[in-house]
């Protein structure tokens, strides 16, 4: 059974940083797409950032590019997100995701297990 955890949320100024994890419990974690999506009350839940199964190939949403950074360790089977210059904007639950399917995508729809989210929270 493939296990999903999320940490490193919190409680943050603007401006300010935090870097959230996300460790996945699967045998071959280097096989499968990445991505962290986020859902603030009252939204739907949206794409934040993916990345491919090297590494190689990533996504940011317009809102988030050139303050956040995706990344990810497969000697670690684990996630990072790198978050600079929080805005309020960005407060939301942040959840990680794992996608099983044959080519790169950062749709939500698209990803198979989820995790169980942390929650950022910004304030101003």
């Known amino acids: 059974q493939v296990q999903v955890v999320e940490s490193g949320g919190g409680l943050v100024q603007a401006g300010g940083s935090l870097r959230l994890s996300c460790t996945v419990s699967?045998?071959?974690?280097?096989?499968?797409?990445m991505g962290w999506f986020r859902q603030a009350p009252g939204k739907e839940r949206e794409g934040v950032s993916c990345?491919?199964?090297?590494?190689?190939?990533?996504y940011y949403a317009e809102f988030v590019k050139g303050r956040f950074t995706i990344s990810r360790d497969n000697a670690k089977n684990t996630l990072y997100l790198q978050m600079n210059s929080l805005e309020p904007d960005d407060t939301a639950m942040y959840y990680c995701?794992?996608?099983?399917?044959?080519?790169?995508?950062?749709?939500?729809?698209?990803?198979?297990?989820w995790g169980q989210g942390t929650q950022v929270t910004v304030s101003s």
């Open positions: 990345v491919g199964w090297s590494g190689g190939v990533t």
């Open positions: 699967v045998w071959t974690f280097d096989n499968y797409g």
């Open positions: 995701a794992i996608r099983t399917g044959p080519y790169f995508s950062c749709l939500r729809g698209d990803y198979s297990y």
